[in-house]
């Protein structure tokens, strides 16, 4: 196996020019917060998202797969800010086909097989949910980077401020938290998964950070990630120097887990329509995950955004 494997890759096998990746996309960055959010099929909460987050990032890169339907280009246009700058995605992704495991043992043993024997471990397709996300954070400018901030995260106002920006960019990689809400008026948390902590998470950037999956992006990975913070398996590998980094950072404190959680995830608040556009819910094993993690667990009182309540049809009429 090549080193081609462990590094980003910046060129597109189907040969898409204009969608290759600058190789030096990370160096002469003025200090500042950068988020890539991602959208496919997002109008119910790209609103309340842009609206918590744009006080705390400098700028926000929305690369958006086009949904039939779909109203999320409008919603963020609707800002009118120049912190904004959208990218449109003409590629189907080949993760709303992924077959949904009944545990993390079975997912991991098909991960790593697609990585190291599978003929269709293609990390450089268009199609990939890794190459969009290199994509898109290729495409902004300050020191900082939150690839994964995604479209129904909904940051709490006490994060939203210049101190706690002050904080992030003092780091090299800081892993966050977030609430998994399950009743619309974010007082109730998932009994079964109560916390959010997969993502999101906010690197400087280097020649180190890029996403990597397999065959169907069941794990997308960071390659800038901490052994502690990720462990071996879930980063399949590390070369020695990235290893020595990872380290370094890690004794001098400047890759760390920010233990509060920073935001609200909506997944579980999906409505029906975004049901039926999600083509992983013809799964039933997915669909019973779910419905499972719906269920009311342990009472939240803290602060809410107002702009968390706001519907599509809000940002729609500005």
């Excluded at 800002?79 to 709303?96: T, W």
């Excluded at 999906?270 to 779910?290: A, G, P, V």
Aim: charged share 30%; glycine share 4%.
């Amino acid at each position: 196996m090549s080193f081609e494997n462990f590094r980003m890759i910046t060129e597109n096998i189907e040969g898409y020019e204009e969608f290759n990746i600058d190789r030096e996309w990370y160096k002469n960055r003025k200090k500042g917060l950068s988020a890539v959010i991602r959208c496919y099929g997002d109008e119910r909460w790209i609103g309340p998202c842009i609206e918590s987050c744009l006080p705390l990032f400098d700028e926000i890169v929305v690369v958006i797969v086009q949904v039939e339907g779909d109203r999320t280009e409008s919603i963020v246009r609707s800002f009118k800010s120049p912190k904004i700058r959208i990218y449109n995605y003409p590629f189907g992704l080949d993760q709303v086909k992924a077959p949904v495991y009944k545990n993390r043992i079975r997912r991991k043993i098909d991960a790593l097989s697609e990585l190291f024997v599978s003929p269709y471990y293609k990390r450089g397709s268009l199609h990939t949910i890794s190459y969009l996300t290199n994509f898109g954070m290729s495409k902004t400018t300050f020191s900082h980077v939150a690839p994964q901030w995604d479209a129904d995260h909904i940051l709490r106002p006490e994060f939203a401020t210049e101190d706690f920006k002050k904080f992030i960019l003092s780091k090299e990689h800081i892993r966050v938290a977030g609430y998994n809400v399950v009743t619309e008026d974010y007082k109730y948390l998932s009994e079964k998964s109560p916390i959010h902590s997969s993502h999101p998470r906010f690197y400087k950037a280097d020649q180190y950070l890029y996403f990597a999956g397999n065959k169907y992006l069941l794990d997308i990975v960071s390659y800038r990630s901490s052994m502690v913070q990720l462990k071996m398996l879930e980063n399949y590998f590390l070369f020695p120097i990235q290893q020595i980094q990872c380290m370094k950072n890690l004794l001098l404190h400047k890759d760390v887990v920010y233990e509060e959680p920073i935001y609200f995830h909506t997944k579980f608040l999906r409505s029906q329509k975004e049901i039926e556009h999600d083509t992983r819910f013809l799964n039933e094993e997915y669909h019973r995950q779910f419905k499972e993690s719906t269920k009311k667990g342990q009472r939240l009182n803290v602060n809410v955004p107002d702009s968390a309540f706001k519907t599509p049809e809000d940002y729609l009429r500005n």
